[in-house]
């Protein structure tokens, strides 16, 4: 029986590396590519593989991750919250920094979100007015035996 597995993937353009990195938080896996296009079939091939190896069998739409823009010193930021399974723990990925910060809510991990970009911009000069980061839905057919 086939069902279709549906899962959110960042897409972060890397300028310094001249790549993209697609991150899949179900997975807590990423691959690069050259560029968008190469990054998503590369991101196809790791879930198929995953399928292969039985890792997904069974596996349906996959709520693993939210997104939320949070707004600091009237810059808007993209937040990426992953809550870990079998865990309390909440991670708060802030793309822009390429920093996280782990709460025991997604609350808790929001704040402290806040907090650290608060750190960031006071330490540092950082120009935050450009994000290289966008999120996407990667369908693929999972095959159950």
Do not use: W
Not at 36 to 43: H, M
């Amino acid at each position: 029986m086939k069902n279709e597995l549906e899962m959110l993937v960042m897409f972060e353009e890397d300028r310094a590396e001249q790549n993209v990195t697609a991150y899949i938080p179900f997975l807590k896996l990423g691959v690069h590519g050259d560029t968008i296009e190469e990054a998503r079939i590369n991101a196809m091939d790791l879930v198929e593989i995953e399928i292969e190896n039985g890792c997904l069998q069974g596996v349906g739409i996959q709520i693993d991750a939210q997104i939320e823009t949070i707004q600091i010193y009237n810059v808007e930021l993209v937040v990426m919250f992953e809550i870990e399974m079998g865990s309390a723990e909440v991670t708060a990925y802030i793309p822009a920094l390429r920093l996280g910060v782990r709460g025991n809510t997604t609350e808790e991990a929001r704040v402290m979100a806040i907090e650290l970009v608060k750190i960031e911009l006071t330490k540092k000069k950082v120009d935050l007015t450009e994000e290289n980061v966008f999120f996407d839905k990667l369908k693929v057919s999972n095959t159950v035996v």
